[in-house]
């Protein structure tokens, strides 16, 4: 099966492996229009940081309820050879050179520091992100300690669920932790 997929683009072997892997149908992987499909954010394994790398394999798949036969989301799940495949196709289209965009984004390290604070703690270390490098500074880190008042900015405070899918109850963003009211 490897040499067969060999013969294919990258992205063939990506959208043979993830069928022929975790068993998932062609119509999962995109919707005949063309307007939804399965995304980064998808491949919950999947972590971006210094370099692409999977969390834990076999690797999880969400299918979108958009996207599924029965209408209801579900996950699937994805293998070490099919995970080699979706990593070198990310690394051929140079996504890691895309700092800041929000494929890129580490989000549960993200989703961790509001998290922290609103539970209580006090010291929180948080990394240093530098505007030269677009990136965060490796070893870097400032400490914050129990603010009254926070000023958090960036795009990704006003980042809103996705309307089209029903999110799962763990789904957490930046905003669910902020306070508008002052």
């Given amino acids: 099966m490897a040499r067969i997929l060999r013969k294919a683009t990258s992205r063939g072997r990506v959208?043979?492996?993830?069928?022929?892997?975790?068993?998932?149908?062609?119509e999962s992987?995109?919707?005949?229009?063309?307007?939804?499909?399965?995304?980064?954010?998808d491949l919950k394994e999947v972590k971006l940081s210094d370099e692409i790398q999977f969390d834990k394999i076999p690797a999880k798949v969400m299918v979108?309820?958009?996207?599924?036969k029965s209408r209801q989301q579900y996950f699937g799940f994805i293998g070490e050879e099919g995970a080699t495949y979706i990593k070198e196709y990310l690394e051929e289209r140079g996504l890691m050179n895309r700092k800041g965009?929000?494929?890129?984004?580490?989000l549960k390290a993200l989703i961790k520091f509001p998290y922290e604070l609103k539970s209580g703690k006090e010291n929180i270390d948080i990394p240093q992100y530098s505007h030269i490098i677009?990136?965060?500074?490796?070893?870097?880190?400032?400490?914050?300690?129990?603010p009254d008042v926070l000023i958090l900015e960036g795009l990704n405070v006003l980042q809103t669920r996705r309307t089209d899918t029903i999110p799962p109850a763990s789904e957490l963003l930046v905003s669910d932790f902020l306070d508008f009211s002052i």
């Fill in 15 to 26: 959208a043979i492996a993830i069928m022929a892997f975790s068993g998932l149908r062609p």
């Fill in 29 to 41: 992987l995109g919707d005949y229009e063309g307007t939804d499909c399965l995304r980064i954010g």
């Fill in 64 to 68: 979108k309820s958009k996207l599924s």
């Fill in 101 to 106: 965009f929000p494929e890129s984004y580490d």
């Fill in 134 to 146: 677009y990136d965060i500074v490796p070893g870097k880190f400032k400490t914050v300690e129990n």
